[in-house]
């Protein structure tokens, strides 16, 4: 391709179109094809291939808020699942000579690979700026020549189906349980000293509502054997598989439609200490009597504040949801959960313990991948829960998310929910 | 936690005069400092030397000492003023250095003050290499590795360890100064040598050469709570090797995997709570291998930096401010970002845009320095620049830059092979404008493997750049018609009007109209730390082509302020005091305001200094454009030195409706013609001058008006390759060689006037009445570059007649040029004549220091005389003359320049200035000799090589200390003069002439000051120059003309009869205000 072709000649277009009528026109990358989803964005500046390969995006197309994306290629350990799941990426810029030791493949070579569509050379802050005023909205992304009118497409981003009320997470889970026994990646020369992989091992069944691999690494390095199961493994199944405890991981889509699953995670959470992250922590919320409710536009980014309300120490977090527990349906059901975490921008909740029994769970993502590790320790609290319940002492979720030895004092804080 | 209130007063720490690595990002940061701690209710003291600040201004802390910066007046200060804790990490290396020697004389345990922000180990820590490596070591990371060297034997040992090429680092010095990299053998011990003497602590590392890896900079912030958060990733364009202040940057970090980042983050993260910095913020600096992503530690800085400045300019969100409210014990958590106003600090920015900075060099101030870039910073300003992507942001910075450039123009090289060989070298150097080579590089069809072999850059950049270049093929070949369809993608890709007319050979007027006749406008998008993720509330903007508008300007009575764009010697932090002050008066006088400017480091570019900021490239095209959305009443610029100046024939003409002096009258006093024409009318005296635009019309015009002439080009500032030249011979050389004088760009020839005096004055004239701001004496006599030169409030020796007339011939010239706002004149005067030099009718570099010295804000006053009121009405009738005096020095960068010659001349060098104020001229002297780093000797030995016309004169000068104390050494023709008025000598040897020489004696630190003026002709320069460079590098004070060494002995003589004392401006103010009660 020469200079002019490169950048001045017509390029292949790409439209997305909106819901509401809103179409921006850019230029084609990636897969040709149709991809029809909700539009959220993200705000990361790194990690677009852990962001592209998150099960948690299916049924969604992601709008990267910053503009240079590509500049690093795509890897073969940079994945968070076997392949992509979301249905469109939306960009500024992808630059096409990547620089970085570990490139193997371009961003758009990757994307035609999964066959995802993706579009660049839009106002990408205008979009997001549509998403952060209007709320989330279905849409439509067209690299397809022959599907570039408008009208058409944004017709069909109104008829389509949005994720409230629609279970994703069957799109997304295994079909077989496996072992997973990978460690986190190795990292460069020089790195700060890490922790030693514990000697002892603990049998953890995880279950795979669309979990990233950068958990099941974490649950590895911390001493765990790892067996991830199906979606809708039956409780019984899982017990007669002898674990120390239970994970239930992240996923896509509203935690309310997921079929299935609340029942068994009831049974298990009687039985086994619980740790959810994510979907994971919503579906436990849902378990314990909660209620869960959609969120304006989400949060997903990877700077933002999540405060332990025993410590008020804050981590800088993960953060990829569009749905939250409600805080004021837990204390309404009646089951002795405390708040442990809040979002600081918005107030919502983002982690829960249990006073009675061995469970806690939080909605950001401790693992990261993309994102900084300042919530890491919630994977060792875990090892410490299992541990300690397996030595037999009764000890709950809520004793060890106190590490300060507090009251929670969260009453305040969450009151307002300023997402909804 | 909420803030402390255990503590009532805190003492401030400002970073001193403006020089390379230490520039006005400190007053950024330290007006930012004291503004939040004063809002909290704390009493703020402040100590700073540099006048030219908004920092100490009177209004900024309650008690502001323009002080030097040393032990003796912190501890006067602390006695008077009794602070409970002093914050030392917001004025740079020296408020820390200040504070560590204030900890060693055991001021602060003698007065119980705590320091905060950083305790005494951890800046230590931080800045010990020996301490560092080892605090690195006990968390795993890794440092280059490295020996620590206090003298050069040992660091011969430590070389055995780390190979050649070795990087010598100097601890405890600021900008790198003193460091380098020896490449071979020879010039090590020499290196290490200057390395040694540029360090407080006589101790430098050696260490491991990682040239050529990446380098990254992250900023962080730290609260009482163990908060910490990542505020901005920086990645260096110029790979290891080059001082990041030298360094192209760019934020975020872009060739990081998210992997690779966050271990990185991790790290800076573990080494802010190893070092133990408390609260506020800090730098953390590495360096990568591109070939395996290996991570070492370079370096961290225990305080806000230049680095923060730019993070906080970069991503909205102000460090500086934080750091002040962590430091009185605030959370993260606790403080609210200003931008979003709903969520906390406790977060980490997100940008959805690409910064670059670059630096901005002037070496061609400095005969014989060496440019090539090392681990010295070297650099005298910066720009940044914001765009959607990289392309476009580099290509905006570039045009930022002032340096003639609007984009990437071919480089002139020799044909064929030599050429080649050429841009090789350019490429592979680093210098300044090396891009330029790297663009000229791909246009010739390098490789971006060719190129990254020579460079090191990493290969993304590159990429970038060829596509630009790329581009620009593409736009050379196009027809009317594609031109049409190409431009919007160009402009996308950052490309300037200027510069798409040299691609398309028309004027930048056509691609304008082409633009707007397409509708092709910019829109303009807003900072707000959060990538939009929040609504933001402050309108920082910059602009881009891109579908939606952010701007929202509203139908308010508005004034835009077109500020300096980046710092260079001549063009400083004056200027962007002026244009804050500007915006402060009409702020409160109802105005919206609106500031344009493309310099990180200015308070300036502060979201919060004005209404509205635009963070764009002064050029006509990037003003053009935001007047056009904005559409402001009007337009100030003559606050922002030459560069908004430049522009204001062609803004006029676009009818932009610009404030204060008329365009035709800053016209008709810079073109000389019609300023001759004006000065007859006048009846006012200027030295006899004509207008070259040939080498011949230049020699017959020195022929008339007699040699010595002073000879320079026309609209220049800061003297730029102005000359004093003898003869004929030096004329032509000048004409040909220096300037090349051509019709376009004709050469002004002046008869310098020998001996004279030269004198400035600031006046304010609002269209009737004109107001004497400050008359001031310079020191040194003409020929000396009044930027270079010292000067004081009110004149120290000349007569009232003649200050009575400065003052007539100042109303005079202010009237007849209809002058709205502030004007500048420069005298000469020689036994009773004066001499009219120049008149430029805009702030000058004085205003600040005039506006200290008198109490008075001049250029506030300027900015609401330019809006329309009278100086009546502003109560501002009078001249004010205050009852003491106000001496203000100048402050070289000599030390930067190995091999320059430190004498003085008509081309002004100095980076930036000190002010020192006392009752009498000889105290007031001193201090300002004090705080530019020159202490006198109250006793010791005094060199003296003067040249025949001094003798007299300095004779009777030092016949005063050898009274007092003082020994002489003086060279043959000085000691033989000196004999024979009495004044006993012992002879020293010149250079060349036997041992022990003058240099030698300096050396062996056998002289305490030195007195060392030189005759015109250059061999004699020469001859002496290693005399002036030994002075410098050993740190002794030393005087180059009669008239400054005269100031220095009553100086001397002053301090012998009491200390130096202290006192606050506002009481000096006030005292100022009873004198003329």
Redesign the interface.
């Known amino acids: 391709m020469n200079a002019r072709q490169a950048l001045f000649a017509a390029k292949k277009p790409a439209l997305l179109a909106l819901a509401d009528g809103t179409v921006y026109r850019g230029t084609a990358l990636g897969a040709e094809a149709v991809g029809t989803g909700e539009v959220c964005f993200n705000t990361s500046i790194t990690g677009y291939q852990e962001i592209l390969s998150d099960p948690s995006y299916a049924g969604q197309m992601v709008a990267m808020t910053y503009t240079q994306i590509g500049n690093v290629g795509t890897n073969a350990q940079d994945s968070e699942s076997a392949r992509p799941f979301l249905s469109g990426f939306i960009v500024k810029e992808a630059f096409q000579v990547p620089s970085n030791f570990r490139s193997e493949e371009t961003l758009h070579d990757y994307l035609v690979r999964w066959e995802v569509p993706a579009i660049e050379g839009i106002d990408t802050r205008a979009l997001v700026r549509r998403i952060r005023d209007e709320g989330a909205q279905m849409a439509v992304l067209s690299t397809d020549p022959a599907q570039q009118d408008p009208e058409a497409l944004v017709e069909l981003a109104c008829k389509a189906q949005g994720l409230e009320g629609v279970d994703m997470v069957k799109r997304v889970t295994c079909e077989e349980p496996y072992e997973f026994s990978q460690g986190t990646w190795s990292g460069i020369a020089g790195q700060p000293t890490r922790a030693q992989v514990p000697e002892e091992k603990l049998k953890v069944v995880a279950y795979d509502f669309g979990v990233k691999r950068n958990i099941l690494r974490l649950l590895v390095e911390n001493g765990f054997e790892v067996t991830v199961v199906p979606a809708t493994t039956p409780a019984s199944d899982v017990l007669a598989r002898k674990p120390d405890a239970v994970f239930l991981s992240n996923g896509p889509g509203d935690p309310a439609a997921v079929e299935g699953v609340l029942e068994n995670v009831r049974t298990l959470a009687n039985e086994l200490p619980v740790f959810g992250i994510c979907l994971g922590h919503q579906i436990l919320g849902l378990a314990l009597g909660g209620t869960t409710h959609k969120l304006k536009f989400g949060h997903h980014g990877g700077n933002q504040p999540g405060q332990d309300q025993f410590t008020k120490k804050v981590s800088i977090c993960a953060e990829n949801h569009g749905f939250a527990v409600d805080a004021e349906s837990l204390r309404t059901a009646g089951e002795p959960v405390v708040i442990t975490h809040l979002n600081l921008n918005d107030g919502t909740v983002e982690g829960l313990a249990h006073e009675t029994k061995p469970i806690f769970s939080v909605q950001y993502h401790p693992e990261a991948s993309p994102g900084p590790h300042d919530a890491g320790f919630f994977f060792t609290r875990f090892r410490e829960m299992v541990l300690r319940h397996k030595q037999g002492e009764a000890v709950t979720g809520a004793q060890i998310a106190n590490t300060a030895g507090n009251v929670a004092d969260c009453s305040a804080d969450c009151s307002e929910n300023k997402g909804v | 936690m909420p803030k402390r209130n255990d503590i009532q007063s805190v003492l401030v720490f400002g970073s001193g005069p403006i020089i390379i690595g230490q520039a006005c990002e400190f007053d950024y940061s330290g007006t930012q400092a004291c503004r939040v701690l004063k809002e909290e209710g704390y009493r703020v003291i402040l100590l700073n030397s540099n006048p030219a600040t908004i920092m100490t201004d009177p209004e900024t802390a309650d008690a502001t000492y323009i002080e030097p910066m040393t032990v003796e007046a912190a501890s006067k200060i602390i006695d008077i003023e009794r602070p409970d804790v002093i914050l030392p990490t917001v004025g740079g290396q020296t408020a820390l250095n200040l504070a560590l020697a204030l900890v060693d004389a055991g001021v602060l345990e003698k007065y119980g003050v705590q320091l905060i922000g950083a305790q005494v180990e951890s800046i230590n820590k931080a800045e010990d290499r020996e301490l560092f490596a080892q605090a690195m070591g006990n968390?795993?990371?890794?440092v280059p590795r490295s020996g620590v060297a206090r003298n050069v034997a040992e660091a011969r040992e430590a070389l055995a360890n780390t190979h050649l090429p070795a990087i010598i680092r100097p601890s405890f010095t600021m900008g790198g100064t003193g460091g380098s990299i020896a490449y071979t053998d020879e010039e090590f011990d020499g290196l290490v040598q200057w390395a040694l003497d540029q360090s407080p602590a006589t101790e430098c590392l050696i260490e491991q050469s990682i040239l050529g890896w990446k380098e990254f900079e992250l900023e962080l912030m730290r609260d009482a709570?163990?908060?910490v958060?990542?505020i901005c990733?920086i990645e260096n364009v110029d790979p290891m090797g080059v001082h990041t202040g030298d360094s192209i940057t760019v934020a975020?970090?872009?060739?990081?995997?998210?992997?690779?980042?966050?271990?990185m983050?991790?790290?800076a993260v573990?080494i802010m709570r190893e070092i133990g910095v408390d609260t506020g913020g800090s730098n953390v600096q590495f360096g990568i291998?591109?070939?395996?992503?290996?991570?070492?530690v370079i370096e961290m800085n225990p305080r806000v930096s230049r680095s923060s400045a730019l993070a906080s300019k970069a991503t909205g969100f102000p460090i500086a401010k934080i750091a002040a409210k962590l430091a009185v014990g605030y959370?993260?958590?606790e403080i609210q970002n200003d931008i979003t106003k709903?969520?906390?600090a406790?977060?980490?920015?997100?940008?959805?845009?690409?910064v670059t900075k670059i630096p901005r060099f002037t070496f061609e101030k400095f005969a014989g320095a060496d440019d090539i870039l090392t681990t010295q910073m070297k650099s005298v300003g910066e720009a940044m620049s914001i765009g959607?992507?990289?392309k476009e942001s580099l290509q905006k910075a570039l045009r930022s830059m002032e340096t003639g450039t609007a984009g990437f123009e071919p480089l002139e090289l020799p044909e064929g092979e030599e050429g080649l060989a050429l841009l090789r070298k350019k490429v592979r150097d680093p210098r300044p404008a090396r891009l330029h080579a790297v663009a000229e590089a791909f246009r010739r069809g390098f490789s971006?493997k060719e190129v990254f072999d020579l460079c090191k850059i990493?290969?993304?950049f590159l990429?970038?750049i060829r596509?630009i270049i790329?581009?620009e093929?593409?736009l050379v070949?196009?027809s009317e018609n594609?031109r049409k369809?190409?431009l919007l993608?160009a402009k996308q890709?950052g490309f300037s009007d200027a510069r798409l007319a040299a691609l398309w050979n028309v004027n930048e007027a056509e691609v304008r109209d082409l633009r707007h006749k397409l509708d092709i406008r910019p829109v303009y998008?807003r900072v707000d730390t959060?990538?939009?993720?929040?609504?933001a509330f402050t309108p920082y903007m910059y602009s881009t082509y891109?579908?939606?508008c952010?701007a929202a300007p509203t139908d308010r009575k508005k004034v835009m302020i077109l500020g300096g764009g980046p710092n260079r010697i001549g063009q400083g932090i004056e200027f962007d005091y002026c244009c804050v002050h500007a915006s402060f008066a009409l702020a409160e006088a109802g105005y919206e305001t609106i500031m344009v400017n493309c310099n990180p480091e200015t308070v300036s570019t502060d979201y919060d200094t004005s209404d509205r900021l635009y963070f764009e490239p002064l050029t006509l095209e990037d003003v053009l454009e935001i007047a056009h959305i904005e559409k402001p009443d009007g337009v100030i610029v003559q606050f922002g030195g030459q560069t908004p100046l430049k522009l204001c024939l062609d803004l006029e003409r676009a009818g932009v409706p610009i404030w204060g002096t008329t365009p035709d009258a800053i016209d008709r006093a810079e073109d000389r013609e019609r300023f001759d024409d004006m000065l007859a009318k006048l009846e006012l005296t200027k030295p006899e001058s004509g207008l070259a635009r040939s080498v011949e019309e230049a020699v017959a015009i020195a022929a008339r008006i007699e040699y010595p002439i002073l000879v320079r080009p026309s609209y220049v500032l800061g003297g730029r390759a102005m000359e004093i030249v003898q003869n004929e011979e030096g004329l032509r050389y000048y004409m040909q060689v220096a300037v090349n004088v051509s019709p376009e760009h004709p050469v002004l020839v002046d008869r310098f006037l020998s001996d004279a005096t030269e004198v400035d004055v600031d006046a304010i004239c609002d269209g009737k009445r004109v107001v004497i701001a400050g008359i001031m004496q310079h020191i040194e006599e003409a020929g000396v570059h009044s930027g270079d030169s010292a000067c004081s409030l009110p004149p120290y020796d000349l007569p009232p007649s003649m200050i009575k007339e400065i003052g007539e011939a100042s109303r005079k010239l202010a009237l007849e040029l209809g002058v709205c706002g502030l004007m500048n004149v420069q005298y000469a005067v020689k036994g009773d004549e004066l001499y009219i030099i120049e008149v430029n009718p805009r702030a000058s570099r004085t205003v600040p220091f005039v506006s200290k010295a008198i109490g008075r804000p001049l250029a506030k006053l300027a900015s609401l005389v330019m809006s329309g009121k009278t100086l009546d009405e502003l109560d501002y009738t009078q001249e004010i003359v205050p009852p003491h005096f106000s001496v203000k020095e100048a402050v070289l960068p000599f030390v930067k320049f190995p091999g320059v010659d430190t004498l003085l001349s008509p081309e002004m060098r100095s980076t930036g200035e000190v002010m020192g104020i006392d009752s009498d001229f000889g105290r007031a002297y001193a201090k300002s000799q004090i705080q530019a780093g020159n202490t006198l000797p109250l006793s010791g030995r005094i060199l003296v090589s003067v040249k025949e016309e001094d003798h007299d004169r300095v004779a009777e000068a030092v016949k005063e200390l050898t009274d007092n104390g003082f020994d002489i050494i003086a060279t043959t023709g000085t000691a033989a003069t000196f004999k024979a008025l009495g004044i006993e000598s012992e002879l020293v040897a010149k250079v060349g002439q036997g041992h022990p020489n003058t240099v030698e004696r300096i050396n062996e630190g056998d002289v305490d000051l030195v007195i060392n003026t030189v005759g015109a002709d250059p061999r004699s320069v020469s001859d002496s120059s290693s005399i002036r460079r030994a002075a410098l590098t050993q740190g002794i004070p030393y005087f180059t003309t009669a008239a400054a060494a005269c100031a220095a002995v009553g100086g001397i003589r002053a301090l012998q009869s009491e200390s130096i004392g202290v006192r606050a401006l506002q009481e000096t103010h006030r005292r100022i205000g009873e004198d003329s009660n």
């Open positions: 968390i795993g990371l890794s709570a163990d908060n958060v990542v990733s975020p970090a872009q060739t990081l995997t998210d992997k690779e980042y966050q271990v983050r991790d790290a573990d291998n591109p070939e395996d992503g290996a991570l070492v959370t993260l958590d709903e969520t906390p406790s977060f980490e920015p997100s940008i959805d845009y690409v959607r992507t990289f971006i990493d290969p993304w990429g970038n596509e790329e581009a093929a593409c070949e196009a594609e369809e190409f993608r890709m998008k959060c990538a939009a993720e929040f609504e891109e579908q939606e952010e």
